[in-house]
């Protein structure tokens, strides 16, 4: 019998473990993770830290490294005096988005959290990461820590050379901004030469083949009425307006910055688009690592690798993670992505294995079909939080979590429940908690509509606000402010009512001379 | 798989960040640092202070909504709702009434951090210096102490220095060619060899070699009386790295709480600022009404006492403390009287007498802080005037004694007045002449 404990015999004993239990408890769980559950990963690197440590990573995003800044500072501060007066209790671990796959463990963790939050970390999130469409379109997981390595140099360099003072301006600036700094939709690829001239040739070839002259004679062409028109159409398709993301139309058009304030647009523009797509899978990438370190544990312990009070440890801080208060807890602080990720985990897989009449009427794709672990992994590869929930939430879940949809309409002097978990209800509250997982919901619509770079260059933009749900107002006018400082020119922002096109409330502001 | 074990890595990876935060923050924090040093007892200063500052201060805006408009909310638990129902509005942050607010809502709320005693003190005390005067007996510290100075050939065996000696030790060998013993013992084996072989002529060579080599390495000392070094030391006088500091109050009627307090707020200060200064710093409470006593810190600040005002009673037990316990040439002795500056007339010239002669003398500071009524208003008749022991100590600053006195009304005032005692210049005017 080799030292390390073949099958059937248990992994670990006690709380504590070392790196050979780290290395065995791997070994076992990337058994099952890949042989049965067929996860697909990026190489793993798991790392042990420190409760400081851990701080750190919670300070600059979980990201190994990151430019300096004071925001990091602060929130360094704020977490470290949660953390020493026991309010907040930290993260087991971190995992980074990269190839390989950085998984940070704390060494506070007992063997079991280990085995745990490696199955969590190191196989669940990992696959998400590597599989999920999102993160395929918008992150470079290879690319990202070069990156940021390149990031943190330019800024230093760019402090040394400018002055702090300088370098935090812009990067105030772009902070304020950083919602509004990432790219929504994959953009247009730019045309190479070769299809440009290809599709010039056809052009011609069909004029040719179509040409007659009597077009020629046509009346009313060419009149100089609508030429104005086209310029301005002319004029915004060049600065490719309207256009949602404001770091990078101030990147490309702000005119008076110098060329390294707009790298460090780019910067904070790229590090805001790495992070836009995990906070659209929020709940599925938790539902999917935690589906999966349950499914991990449970094999392992059913083949005698974890003792059962080890099993029973697991369970402890399992059902913490997915517990749900329900509306009127004093505990409740919204839906927790674990706890309706790994139920609606687990709810696919039972309607793929074993439905009732109900779900074969609602899911006839899958439900029977057998193959749990392939409907999930394809769920995890092309949906999001909205659309999965718009696909996949159950009448059985909605009524087992006993979801109500209320409406608050502040021109009415009471709440309305508008659905519950009823035959009527089931369709309209899965919609509207679906909305509730879109950013594009979330997140205020702000664009630049429009500038006039030849004459006094002012600067439009329009808030589009859904139900009337207006803009904060104060924090506008600082992040307004800040715009205008970066555009140098004057800032006006609309906000608009999409319904009648009614301008409900307008900002404006002026560049502080001398900023930038 | 690789695993890395990264807790020895070095830590205050932060640092940077943290330092800007501060940096950004500054004049807030150094606002708060300020305030909070009111609050505090006065040897609690020691350790790191919690702040707060204004959140708006360190915002960080973003575009996001503002509560209201119309929300929609879905939630879990439903236990009697139907579809249609009408539930009333709760009060704000209520049930159901959704938390989703702003999503940076803590962004107006005040921020707690916690500063490091060091960041604290190079807050609190930013540019501020010890009077020229206390440098200059700084540096005339009697006390002496034995610093490393290079290497000597003489000294007790205790201070033999091992390295040194064995180091020059080699270098002679070396120069003088001293045979190695493995040389010596391949010279034996050659010359066993040799007598096995019955080679006499290799057996005479063979022996002659050995010989010089036995002779040389005889001659040759392996440690010689000039190899060795002793470590040497130098008496070098050092400042006297601690300090007492005299808290003298008058406590009588006349002094009411308010007055207290801005005494507190001063002796704080000094406190601090000694304790930044030297390496250990001892504080002695003596408050008087018409007679004296040595109390620990509660007692001087809180319990009332009534009596006339003899401030001499003070400057005696002062001294009485400073003969038993404090030889000024240990101690950097600091003094700060607090007082409303009612003195029993006939007790002036006394206290003159006493500061000038004795006092002084063996002090390296001695500031006189004449606390006022925060109004500054003056009872019904009273003809405002200098107060007594404020004409008596003129007089002495007159004379060029190292006595600062300032006059302080309103807390706010202590810091400026405290930070106005201890600029550079301040221990100019504090001793006119040396």
Same mark, same amino acid.
């Not at chain 1, 796959?101 to 060494?107: D, H, L, P, R, W």
């Not at chain 1, 879109?438 to 600067?459: C, F, M, W």
């Given at each position: 019998?080799?030292?390390?404990?073949?099958?059937?015999?248990?992994?670990?004993?006690?709380?504590?473990?070392?790196?050979?239990?780290?290395?065995?408890?791997?070994?076992?769980?990337?058994?099952?993770?890949?042989?049965?559950?067929?996860?697909?990963?990026?190489?793993?690197?798991?790392?042990?830290?420190?409760?400081?440590?851990?701080?750190?990573?919670?300070?600059?995003?979980?990201?190994?490294?990151?430019?300096?800044?004071?925001?990091?500072?602060?929130?360094?501060?704020?977490?470290?005096?949660?953390?020493?007066?026991?309010?907040?209790?930290?993260?087991?671990?971190?995992?980074?988005?990269?190839?390989?796959?950085?998984?940070?463990?704390?060494?506070? +963790?007992?063997?079991?959290?280990?085995? !745990?939050?490696?199955?969590?970390?190191?196989?669940?999130? +990992?696959?998400?990461?590597?599989?999920?469409?999102?993160?395929?379109?918008?992150?470079?997981?290879?690319?990202?820590?070069?990156?940021?390595?390149?990031?943190?140099?330019?800024?230093?360099?760019?402090?040394?050379?400018?002055?702090?003072?300088?370098?935090?301006?812009?990067?105030?600036?772009?902070?304020?901004?950083?919602?509004?700094?990432?790219?929504?939709?994959?953009?247009?690829?730019?045309?190479?030469?070769?299809?440009?001239?290809?599709?010039?040739?056809?052009?011609?070839?069909?004029?040719?083949?179509?040409?007659?002259?009597?077009?020629?004679?046509?009346?009313?062409?060419?009149?100089?009425?609508?030429?104005?028109?086209?310029?301005?159409?002319?004029?915004?398709?060049?600065?490719?307006?309207?256009?949602? +993301?404001?770091?990078?139309?101030?990147?490309?058009?702000?005119?008076?910055? @110098?060329?390294?304030?707009?790298?460090?647009?780019?910067?904070?523009?790229?590090?805001?688009?790495?992070?836009? %797509?995990?906070?659209?899978?929020?709940?599925?990438?938790?539902?999917?690592?935690?589906?999966?370190?349950?499914?991990?544990? @449970?094999?392992? /312990?059913?083949?005698?690798?974890?003792?059962?009070?080890?099993?029973?440890?697991?369970?402890?801080?399992?059902?913490?993670?997915? #517990?749900? %208060?329900? #509306?009127?807890? %004093?505990?409740?602080?919204?839906?927790?992505?674990?706890?309706?990720?790994?139920?609606?985990?687990?709810?696919?897989?039972?309607?793929?294995?074993?439905?009732?009449?109900?779900?074969?009427?609602?899911?006839?794709?899958?439900?029977?079909?057998?193959?749990?672990?392939?409907?999930?992994?394809?769920?995890?590869?092309?949906?999001?939080?909205?659309?999965?929930?718009?696909?996949?939430?159950?009448?059985?879940?909605?009524?087992?979590?006993?979801?109500?949809?209320?409406?608050?309409?502040?021109?009415?002097?009471?709440?309305?429940?508008?659905?519950? /978990?009823?035959?009527?209800?089931?369709?309209?509250?899965?919609?509207?908690?679906?909305?509730?997982?879109?950013?594009?919901?979330?997140?205020?619509?702000?664009?630049?509509?429009?500038?006039?770079?030849?004459?006094?260059?002012?600067?439009?933009?329009?808030?589009?606000?859904?139900?009337?749900?207006?803009?904060?107002?104060?924090?506008?006018? !600082?992040?307004?402010?800040?715009?205008?400082?970066?555009?140098?020119?004057?800032?006006?922002?609309?906000?608009?009512?999409?319904?009648?096109?009614?301008?409900?409330?307008?900002?404006?502001?002026?560049?502080?001379?001398?900023?930038? | 798989?690789?695993?890395?074990?990264?807790?020895?890595?070095?830590?205050?990876? &932060?640092?940077?960040?943290?330092?800007?935060?501060?940096?950004?923050?500054?004049?807030?924090?150094?606002?708060?640092?300020?305030? &909070?040093?009111?609050?505090?007892?006065?040897?609690?200063?020691?350790?790191?202070?919690?702040?707060?500052?204004?959140? &708006?201060?360190?915002?960080?805006?973003?575009?996001?909504?503002?509560?209201?408009?119309?929300?929609?909310?879905?939630?879990?638990?439903?236990?009697?709702?139907?579809?249609?129902?009408?539930?009333?509005?709760?009060?704000?942050?209520?049930?159901?009434?959704?938390?989703?607010?702003?999503?940076?809502?803590?962004?107006?709320?005040?921020?707690?951090?916690?500063?490091?005693?060091?960041?604290?003190?190079?807050?609190?005390?930013?540019?501020?210096?010890?009077?020229?005067?206390?440098?200059?007996?700084?540096?005339?510290?009697?006390?002496?102490?034995?610093? $490393?100075?290079?290497? &000597?050939?003489?000294?007790?065996?205790?201070?033999?220095?091992?390295?040194?000696?064995?180091?020059?030790?080699?270098?002679?060998?070396?120069?003088?060619?001293?045979?190695?013993?493995?040389?010596?013992?391949?010279?034996?084996?050659?010359?066993?060899?040799?007598?096995?072989?019955?080679?006499?002529?290799?057996?005479?060579?063979?022996?002659?070699?050995?010989?010089?080599?036995?002779?040389?390495?005889?001659? =040759?000392?392996? =440690?010689?009386?000039?190899?060795?070094?002793?470590?040497?030391?130098?008496?070098?006088?050092?400042?006297?790295?601690?300090?007492?500091?005299?808290?003298?109050?008058?406590?009588?009627?006349?002094?009411?709480?308010?007055?207290?307090?801005?005494?507190? $707020?001063?002796?704080?200060?000094?406190?601090?600022?000694?304790?930044?200064?030297?390496?250990?710093?001892?504080?002695?409470? =003596?408050?008087?009404?018409?007679?004296?006593?040595?109390?620990?810190?509660?007692?001087?600040?809180?319990?009332?006492?009534?009596?006339?005002?003899?401030?001499?009673?003070?400057?005696?037990?002062?001294?009485?403390?400073?003969?038993?316990?404090?030889?000024?040439?240990?101690?950097?002795?600091?003094?700060?009287?607090?007082?409303?500056?009612?003195?029993?007339?006939?007790?002036?010239?006394?206290?003159?007498?006493?500061?000038?002669?004795?006092?002084?003398? =063996?002090?390296?500071?001695?500031?006189?802080?004449?606390?006022?009524?925060?109004?500054?208003?003056?009872?019904?008749?009273?003809?405002?005037?200098?107060?007594?022991?404020?004409?008596?100590?003129?007089?002495?600053?007159?004379?060029?004694?190292?006595?600062?006195?300032?006059?302080?009304?309103?807390? $706010?005032?202590?810091?400026?007045?405290?930070?106005?005692?201890?600029?550079?210049?301040?221990?100019?005017?504090?001793?006119?002449?040396?």
């Amino acid at each position: 019998m080799s030292a390390d404990g073949g099958p059937g015999r248990l992994l670990y004993q006690g709380a504590d473990w070392d790196f050979a239990t780290i290395r065995r408890v791997y070994d076992a769980v990337e058994e099952i993770a890949l042989g049965e559950l067929g996860l697909d990963i990026y190489p793993n690197q798991i790392e042990v830290i420190s409760a400081e440590q851990m701080l750190d990573a919670y300070a600059s995003n979980g990201m190994p490294l990151l430019y300096r800044h004071w925001s990091f500072g602060k929130r360094f501060a704020r977490h470290e005096g949660l953390y020493r007066k026991g309010f907040q209790g930290l993260a087991y671990e971190i995992v980074i988005n990269s190839s390989p796959c950085i998984s940070y463990i704390m060494e506070e +963790n007992t063997a079991t959290m280990q085995a !745990l939050v490696i199955a969590h970390a190191a196989f669940g999130h +990992n696959h998400f990461f590597k599989n999920n469409y999102l993160f395929r379109q918008w992150t470079d997981a290879e690319g990202i820590l070069p990156y940021l390595d390149f990031a943190k140099s330019y800024v230093a360099k760019c402090e040394d050379r400018y002055g702090h003072a300088a370098v935090e301006r812009v990067l105030d600036a772009a902070h304020a901004l950083m919602s509004h700094g990432v790219h929504r939709y994959p953009r247009r690829k730019r045309p190479d030469l070769r299809s440009e001239e290809r599709r010039e040739r056809e052009r011609r070839e069909h004029e040719e083949r179509v040409f007659n002259d009597l077009w020629r004679t046509v009346p009313g062409k060419g009149g100089g009425a609508t030429a104005p028109a086209l310029d301005e159409e002319r004029r915004r398709a060049l600065l490719e307006l309207p256009q949602e +993301n404001i770091l990078y139309f101030l990147e490309k058009t702000a005119p008076r910055l @110098q060329p390294w304030q707009r790298e460090i647009l780019r910067i904070v523009r790229h590090v805001a688009q790495y992070f836009y %797509p995990q906070a659209q899978t929020k709940l599925m990438n938790e539902g999917c690592a935690s589906w999966v370190h349950y499914q991990v544990m @449970q094999r392992l /312990h059913e083949r005698g690798r974890i003792s059962d009070g080890h099993f029973l440890e697991f369970l402890h801080s399992h059902t913490n993670v997915v #517990f749900q %208060p329900e #509306f009127d807890d %004093p505990r409740y602080s919204g839906i927790n992505p674990y706890a309706l990720g790994f139920a609606m985990m687990e709810d696919i897989a039972r309607i793929a294995t074993d439905p009732t009449a109900e779900d074969r009427e609602w899911f006839p794709d899958f439900a029977g079909c057998g193959d749990a672990l392939g409907v999930l992994r394809d769920a995890w590869a092309n949906y999001r939080d909205e659309s999965f929930v718009a696909q996949f939430l159950s009448p059985a879940l909605m009524r087992r979590l006993r979801l109500f949809h209320l409406l608050d309409d502040p021109e009415e002097d009471h709440l309305q429940v508008v659905a519950i /978990h009823d035959e009527r209800g089931f369709r309209r509250l899965r919609r509207a908690l679906s909305r509730q997982y879109d950013i594009g919901h979330q997140d205020p619509d702000i664009q630049v509509v429009d500038v006039d770079l030849a004459g006094d260059r002012r600067l439009i933009l329009h808030h589009r606000a859904p139900d009337r749900q207006l803009l904060d107002a104060e924090d506008a006018r !600082l992040v307004l402010q800040h715009l205008a400082d970066l555009w140098g020119y004057d800032v006006m922002l609309k906000e608009i009512d999409p319904k009648t096109e009614a301008v409900l409330k307008e900002h404006h502001a002026s560049a502080r001379p001398g900023m930038f | 798989m690789y695993i890395i074990d990264r807790r020895l890595n070095p830590g205050g990876k &932060s640092l940077a960040n943290r330092q800007r935060f501060l940096r950004r923050a500054k004049a807030l924090v150094r606002e708060a640092v300020r305030e &909070s040093a009111g609050s505090r007892s006065v040897r609690d200063t020691e350790q790191g202070a919690t702040i707060t500052i204004p959140g &708006s201060g360190v915002r960080e805006p973003t575009f996001h909504r503002a509560p209201g408009g119309r929300r929609e909310h879905v939630l879990p638990g439903n236990k009697e709702y139907i579809e249609g129902q009408t539930i009333p509005r709760p009060p704000s942050g209520g049930a159901g009434g959704g938390r989703e607010g702003s999503p940076d809502g803590d962004g107006e709320d005040a921020f707690r951090f916690a500063l490091t005693q060091e960041e604290f003190l190079d807050l609190f005390l930013e540019d501020l210096e010890l009077p020229d005067l206390a440098k200059r007996r700084f540096v005339d510290g009697e006390v002496k102490s034995w610093r $490393r100075a290079g290497y &000597s050939i003489s000294g007790s065996p205790a201070n033999l220095a091992l390295v040194r000696t064995l180091r020059n030790s080699l270098s002679r060998r070396i120069a003088l060619r001293r045979p190695k013993p493995e040389e010596i013992l391949r010279l034996q084996a050659e010359r066993d060899e040799a007598e096995a072989a019955g080679d006499p002529e290799r057996l005479e060579t063979a022996r002659r070699l050995l010989d010089v080599a036995l002779r040389r390495s005889q001659r =040759i000392p392996y =440690i010689d009386p000039i190899d060795v070094r002793y470590r040497q030391f130098q008496p070098e006088p050092r400042p006297i790295a601690q300090a007492v500091m005299f808290c003298l109050m008058d406590v009588s009627g006349s002094m009411t709480e308010h007055m207290k307090d801005l005494a507190k $707020r001063f002796y704080l200060l000094l406190y601090i600022f000694l304790t930044r200064r030297y390496r250990h710093v001892d504080i002695v409470f =003596i408050r008087h009404t018409h007679e004296a006593k040595e109390v620990d810190e509660e007692t001087f600040f809180r319990s009332p006492e009534t009596g006339g005002t003899v401030v001499s009673t003070a400057l005696e037990e002062m001294l009485k403390i400073v003969a038993a316990r404090y030889r000024p040439s240990d101690w950097n002795i600091y003094a700060a009287q607090a007082s409303d500056g009612d003195n029993t007339t006939s007790d002036n010239e006394r206290t003159a007498r006493l500061l000038a002669d004795q006092i002084l003398p =063996i002090c390296q500071y001695y500031a006189y802080l004449e606390v006022g009524r925060e109004d500054g208003l003056h009872p019904v008749g009273f003809i405002p005037r200098e107060s007594d022991l404020w004409r008596t100590y003129s007089l002495l600053r007159r004379e060029g004694h190292p006595l600062a006195m300032r006059k302080v009304r309103h807390r $706010r005032e202590i810091y400026p007045v405290f930070r106005d005692l201890f600029r550079k210049d301040a221990a100019k005017e504090a001793q006119a002449t040396p």
